[in-house]
Nanobody, 124 residues
Framework: QVRLVESGGGLVQAGDSLRLSCAVS????????VAWFRQAPGKEREFVAV????????NYADSVKGRFTISGDNAKSTVYLQMSNLKPEDTAVYYC?????????????????WGQGTQVTVSS
């Protein structure tokens, strides 16, 4: 059974950087597309970034383009979300999600494996 564990969240100030990690276990890392979603209080869960199963393709929400970078480390079976120039509106619980041989969907319904989430709070 594939399991995802996020880490790296915290409280930072606007303009700071933070790196989130999503450790994948129980499956072959290189066969899963992994995406990041986030959910702020009172708002719906929204797409942030995705890395395709082979790592060749990535996609970002317009709100984070140029500030966030998604990457993967096959040796560590981990996907990272490097977040720079953070803004208060980035405050949310960040979730990683995975799907077998996913091509990079931005829809949450495409993913059937989810982590527990990690809180990111950006103060102004």
């Amino acid at each position: 059974q594939v399991r995802l564990v996020e880490s790296g969240g915290g409280l930072v100030q606007a303009g700071d950087s933070l790196r989130l990690s999503c450790a994948v276990s129980g499956g072959i890392f290189s066969t899963y597309a992994v995406a990041w979603f986030r959910q702020a209080p009172g708002k719906e869960r929204e797409f942030v970034a995705v890395r395709s199963w082979n790592g060749y393709n990535s996609n970002y929400a317009d709100s984070v383009k140029g500030r966030f970078t998604i990457s993967g480390d096959n040796a560590k079976s981990t996907v990272y979300l490097q977040m720079s120039n953070l803004k208060p509106e980035d405050t949310a619980v960040y979730y990683c999600a995975a799907v077998y041989y996913g091509g990079g969907s931005i829809s949450a319904t495409s993913y059937d494996i989810w982590g527990q989430g990690t809180q990111v709070t950006v103060s102004s």
